[in-house]
């Protein structure tokens, strides 16, 4: 399983992080609320930039695990 990725983080939702800056994936990623709660959420990654507005800041990320196969 990859491992979570700390990338610095600009406006609370663009990663700055080489390998995402020329595609658009799903990634996970996670993140942490005023009250310090953390999540974990499936988001669209568009070049860098998390589409789907959190009420939080994003602490690190991972692209998603191949699915199963038989």
Not at 34 to 52: I, P
Request: with cysteine; aromatic share 8%.
């Amino acid at each position: 399983m990859d491992k979570w990725i700390v990338s610095p983080i600009i406006n609370g939702n663009c990663i700055l992080d080489d390998s995402l800056k020329n595609e658009i994936k799903e990634i996970l990623i996670t993140y942490s609320t005023r009250t310090g709660r953390r999540y974990v959420k499936q988001v669209l990654c568009e070049y860098g930039r998390v589409s789907k507005k959190l009420n939080g800041e994003i602490i690190a990320w991972q692209p998603l695990p191949e699915p199963y196969n038989e």
